[in-house]
C-alpha cells in the first residue's frame, strides 16, 4: 500500500538519491535547493511511502505565471494560500519502484490540492520525450519553453483547473 504524505527535513538525503537517479547532474536539484524547497514549500512537496521507504515525489511552487522560468531552480518563496499556478519542479520515482503507478498518484494529489486551494492550474517543463508521459493526464503542450535550465530544451505543459478554459 503505497501512502503519500507531506515531506519531512529528515527525507532530505533519500529525496537527493532519487533526485540523481531521475535527473542528470546538471539538471538535478541541488542539497541546498532541495532543503530550501522542504523547508519553505511542504504544502506542495508530497512524498509517496511503502513499507516506510520513500518511493518517489513531487514537489513545486506556487508562482503567478502559467510558465515556469529558469529563476524557480535558484530560488523560491514560501507559498501564497490561494491563486497562483501550481508548479511541478520535480517529480521522480525511485528506479526499483517505476512502472507501478507512483507518478500517477502523485499528480492526482498535486491535482487535489490545486482543486483545494483553488490554483488555475497546474504547470511544469519537461523534455520532449516525456511529453506524451503527462498528456495521459490531461496535460497540454504549449510548445517549447523560453528555459535553458542545464542546457537543454523543454516543453511548456499547462493542466487547468476544472471548470478553467
Not at 519542479?89 to 517505476?98: E, M, N, Q, T
Amino acid at each position: 500500500m503505497i501512502s503519500l504524505r507531506n515531506v519531512q527535513a529528515k527525507d532530505l538525503e533519500k529525496l537527493l538519491i532519487i533526485e540523481n537517479e531521475a535527473f542528470s547532474i546538471e539538471e538535478a536539484a541541488t542539497k541546498e535547493a532541495m532543503a530550501e524547497r522542504i523547508q519553505l514549500i511542504a504544502d506542495t512537496f508530497i512524498v509517496a511511502k511503502k513499507e516506510g521507504e520513500i518511493l518517489g515525489y513531487i514537489n513545486g511552487p506556487i508562482i503567478d505565471q502559467p510558465y515556469i522560468t529558469d529563476d524557480l531552480f535558484e530560488g523560491i518563496k514560501e507559498n501564497p494560500k490561494r491563486g497562483g499556478y501550481q508548479s511541478i519542479l520535480g517529480l521522480a520515482v525511485s528506479r526499483k519502484a517505476r512502472n507501478q503507478g507512483i507518478a500517477k498518484l502523485l499528480i492526482e494529489k498535486m491535482e487535489e490540492l490545486v482543486e483545494e486551494n483553488e490554483r488555475e492550474g497546474i504547470t511544469l517543463t519537461c523534455k520532449q520525450e516525456l511529453v506524451s508521459f503527462y498528456e495521459k493526464f490531461g496535460f497540454i503542450s504549449h510548445g517549447m519553453s523560453e528555459s535553458k535550465h542545464a542546457g537543454v530544451s523543454w516543453y511548456n505543459l499547462v493542466k487547468l483547473r476544472e471548470g478553467r478554459n
